[in-house]
């Protein structure tokens, strides 16, 4: 019924999560707590900025949703919006310092924990482990484009 492969990782991966994963968000040094939604969005954006209906679609929320919390996040001073290049009735959301440093520190794994356990491993397996965990993450990446595309396709 299950593919060897599948429940490999079924088994492996609640083990990584239990492991290493963060119990709390945490806001910044204001003592400001974030909502597990706030974290996601700091979550999807990186060096670049996103429209808002690029993070409502990635997120599988309404527009409106995503404004509320982005106008909340940006009045916490998380966020920042931008206007965009080539359309400028259009808006951009990009990371502030301060939401820039609030995202390294929520991490969904921790990253002592993540570093100790990967200490564990020989380092001749090193390597194997990480690359096998990067194939996994493109596959997934995959899999998250082809779902997206579906449900646009859907409405």
């Known amino acids: 019924m299950f593919s060897d492969g599948m429940n490999r990782v079924l088994k492996s991966y609640p083990k990584i999560y239990l ?17 597990p939604h706030m974290g996601s969005i700091l979550d999807h954006l990186g060096g670049s900025s996103l429209s808002i209906s690029e993070l409502a ?15 909340k996040m940006e009045k916490a001073g998380y966020l920042k919006r931008i206007p965009d290049r080539v ?7 990009q990371l502030t310092a ?8 929520n991490s969904v794994l921790d990253p002592d924990l993540v ?3 990967i200490s564990m491993l020989p380092l001749s397996q090193t ?3 990480l690359r096998g965990l990067d194939l996994l993450a493109e596959a997934a990446e995959k899999l ?10 859907r409405t």
């Open 19 to 35: 492991a290493c994963h963060t119990r709390h968000l945490r806001g910044d040094e204001s003592g400001r707590t974030l909502s």
């Open 57 to 71: 679609r990635h997120l599988d929320v309404t527009e409106s949703t995503m404004s509320i919390q982005i106008s």
């Open 87 to 93: 359309d400028r009735r259009r808006v951009r959301v």
């Open 98 to 105: 301060s939401g820039t440093r609030v995202k390294q520190q």
């Open 115 to 117: 570093q100790q356990m």
């Open 127 to 129: 390597e194997t482990a």
């Open 144 to 153: 998250m484009n082809k779902r997206r595309i579906r449900r646009a396709r």
